[in-house]
């Protein structure tokens, strides 16, 4: 009985002692610090850890079981050190010890916490194992660390600012001062530091009530108290030395933060700047370009009276506003980086060209270079020259829109080639039809609306050709007054709504054109102004003699020297700018498709163009368009030639055909049988020698292509002439008459013939070169 009764008492015990035990073990998982033990045999495992362990991560269950070493959980950058410690530890054996590492979370992170580890030794006085206590100090440590960078970074600034700097007690005595106030001063670390000096003992006498007012004001009313101000220093070796200061109290003491600058050479320069100021005044007012000051925000501190005469503003209107406020919307993100890039760049000029508002609202364009000239006292930010290079930038888009219709015209002329060397074989098979048709058959009429048709496509290839620079087919000097009157007539009765008002200049110049082909510009421009003016309105044309000089030759892209102009205005509703510079492209067209494929105009710019003349046009929405083209003047008198109406004339001579296109030689030579000639053939240049030196007493007309592969029709004429002079030549080409026709045509080609032509063209033009009747 009574060991049962002891039996239940120490039971009781137990359970009361567990529940004591798991009371502790709550309190301690409730407590922001870790419990833990862990062995000191290798690897020193952990034998316990407290479930609040869950704060870094880790599961209680984590480490039992498994004698996880201790160190796996300290970064490996602290390994090292917490394990030297631990052997000095170990070796000096105190009551307990501290330690700081980096903790590694289950999640790789780390956190920095403070260990406390207490041994715990065995009978022979080893320690066995440890009991820790780990508290999370991350935010505490962040703090030291990031206190202590500070404490660098502002001990760095101070001793390497390049500045003389100090620290001064409320006394004026330097506490603390770097080795650029050793060198200003001429006095040692320990000299400035020590009790026997102060700030007066390097002060110029006359100045020493001032700053001893200025301290005073400093300590007792530090807003009112100026920061900056010079004052003459007195170094140890006695020299005086001009000296700006700066001197502010360290917040929550009464400590001054003092920094020093020698401005003594910059003080023998005054008297010199103040020397040169009024020059550069001078300067700046008489300047043609205009010279700014501006603030790293864009703000204009300064303008020259020059932006009066570049942008018609007053001086007064622009300081104070932001420059950026002023730029074309386009051009303000480009100027702000390059305008950044000159406030990071010191002494690197940068250039930038952008469009400056004028003060009629229009747009400038101005060729600036700024110069970051921020650290510089008497500036004190980035200075900008502008130049007005508007007129520049017109030349340079007028060249590089007549380039690219250069190069258009170029594809056009190539493309139109092609075409009509096509509509030559349709043409000549559509002839020879209706050379031997019946002229009852429904056929025959059909053949005649083809050849309607092949003509209408060959009138867009002179179109195109015309834009192409090729359209100079046959030039004699013209009368263009009666030439423009004659149009205007047809144009007038055609479209009688519309009021055309002529002024012609007497003894106007005569010009060397061709007659269809300015015809078509003519028409052209007159048609655009129709449609430009919907229901009714007023055509205003004008010509005069104008000499063009260097200015206006650059601008027109033409030589100087005399020219005819012609101008051509309509009431029309005008044109935008973007419109105005696409306006002789290929194929652009502000009209429904119904009104025209768009090249009307780009056609009348190539003729122009190939003339030798110019083209340009100037309007505004709302007020019409004036179109304006110049033609080199002549001397010559106008001549009137008249086209012959002949029907078709056959002939018995031998004819040399010449062509590298087979369809077209088939046709041709087609033809030409029909007509009753004898045809040879030739597809190149080599083979058409061969075959005259062979028949040359038998050939009487050589009808001779003049861009071929190999051997061209400018070649082949010139070989044809060294073997017999007194040859006839036809020329016959796709193209308009180019540089290298007219050439030909000049050294003694007999004729030229435009394909596609049709059968009464050619055998016309074969007879008047058999019989001698050259046309001029």
Not at 540 to 558: G, P, Y
């Amino acid at each position: 009985m009574t060991n049962s009764k002891t039996a239940d008492k120490a039971n009781k015990a137990y359970q009361k002692a567990i529940k004591k035990l798991e009371d502790l073990e709550e309190i301690i998982n409730r407590s922001p610090a870790v419990y833990c033990i862990w062995h000191l045999s290798e690897g020193m495992p952990i034998e316990f850890i407290s479930a609040n362990i869950s704060q870094f991560g880790y599961a209680k269950d984590y480490f039992q079981g498994q004698r996880i070493p201790a160190k796996s959980l300290i970064h490996p950058d602290d390994r090292a050190r917490i394990e030297a410690e631990t052997l000095q530890f170990l070796k000096e054996k105190p009551k307990e010890a501290k330690h700081e590492f980096r903790l590694l979370k289950k999640d790789g992170g780390s956190c920095w916490v403070e260990i406390t580890v207490v041994p715990f030794f065995e009978e022979k006085g080893e320690p066995e194992y440890f009991q820790g206590v780990i508290f999370d100090i991350d935010e505490r440590k962040k703090a030291q660390l990031a206190l202590a960078e500070s404490e660098n970074i502002y001990r760095a600034i101070f001793a390497n600012t390049g500045t003389a700097m100090a620290i001064a007690d409320e006394n004026r005595q330097p506490l603390l001062v770097n080795e650029e106030m050793q060198k200003l001063t001429g006095y040692s670390n320990e000299e400035l530091t020590g009790k026997n000096i102060s700030w007066l003992s390097f002060t110029a006498p006359h100045d020493v009530e001032r700053l001893i007012n200025y301290h005073r004001l400093r300590l007792s009313n530090p807003e009112l108290a100026p920061r900056n101000y010079e004052y003459q220093m007195v170094a140890k070796n006695g020299e005086i030395k001009d000296v700006f200061m700066t001197s502010g109290l360290i917040p929550g003491t009464k400590k001054s933060l003092v920094s020093m600058m020698d401005i003594s050479a910059l003080k023998k320069v005054e008297t010199a700047l103040r020397k040169s100021e009024g020059m550069l005044n001078e300067l700046f007012l008489k300047s043609l370009d205009i010279i700014g000051i501006l603030d790293v925000r864009g703000t204009i501190l300064y303008f020259s009276p020059s932006v009066k005469r570049v942008l018609n503003y007053e001086v007064k209107d622009l300081v104070g506003k932001n420059a950026f406020d002023f730029m074309h919307p386009d051009d303000v993100a480009m100027v702000i980086n390059d305008f950044s890039k000159v406030i990071t760049q010191e002494h690197k000029g940068i250039i930038t060209v952008l469009r400056f508002r004028h003060a009629d609202g229009s747009w400038v364009y101005l060729e600036a270079l700024g110069n970051n000239c921020l650290d510089n006292p008497a500036i004190g930010g980035i200075i900008i020259n502008a130049r007005d290079i508007t007129d520049r930038k017109l030349l340079e888009q007028q060249l590089l829109q007549s380039h690219k219709m250069e190069a258009v015209g170029t594809l056009a002329g190539g493309i139109a080639h092609n075409f009509n060397n096509i509509l030559m074989g349709i043409q000549g098979y559509v002839s020879l039809m209706l050379l031997n048709g019946d002229k009852n058959s429904p056929d025959y009429g059909r053949l005649q609306n083809i050849q309607s048709l092949v003509q209408s496509a060959a009138d867009l290839t002179a179109k195109i050709l015309g834009f192409a620079r090729g359209g100079k087919y046959e030039a004699a000097p013209t009368d263009l007054n009666a030439l423009i009157a004659r149009m205007s007539d047809i144009f007038g009765r055609a479209k009688k709504e519309i009021t055309i008002n002529q002024h012609y200049e007497k003894n106007l110049s005569t010009v060397e054109i061709d007659r269809v082909q300015i015809e078509q510009v003519i028409i052209n421009i007159y048609v655009n102004a129709w449609q430009a003016m919907r229901d009714n309105g007023d055509i205003f044309v004008e010509t005069a003699n104008v000499s063009i000089d260097a200015s206006d030759a650059v601008r027109l892209s033409l030589k100087p020297g005399a020219y005819v102009k012609a101008s051509i205005t309509d009431t029309g509703v005008g044109m935008d700018k973007q419109t105005c510079r696409r306006v002789f492209e290929p194929f652009f067209t502000t009209k429904e498709k119904e009104n025209g494929l768009g090249m009307g105009l780009p056609s009348a710019y190539g003729i122009i163009r190939e003339h030798g003349g110019a083209i340009e046009v100037i309007s505004e929405p709302g007020h019409g368009s004036t179109f304006t083209f110049y033609l080199p003047a002549s001397r010559k008198e106008a001549v009137h030639t008249t086209v012959p109406d002949k029907p078709v004339q056959p002939g018995r001579e031998c004819i040399l055909l010449v062509d590298d296109e087979e369809f077209v030689v088939e046709v041709c030579r087609e033809i030409l049988t029909s007509l009753g000639y004898e045809v040879m053939v030739a597809t190149n240049g080599r083979e058409a020698l061969t075959i005259y030196e062979n028949n040359m007493n038998k050939i009487d007309l050589i009808i001779l292509d003049m861009i071929m592969p190999q051997m061209s029709g400018g070649k082949t004429f010139d070989k044809l002439r060294e073997i017999n002079p007194a040859c006839k030549v036809m020329l016959s080409t796709g193209y308009a008459v180019s540089d290298q026709a007219t050439r030909i045509m000049e050294n003694g080609c007999s004729a030229l013939i435009q394909k596609p032509f049709r059968i009464d063209e050619l055998s016309r033009k074969i007879r008047e070169v058999l019989d001698e009747k050259l046309i001029k």
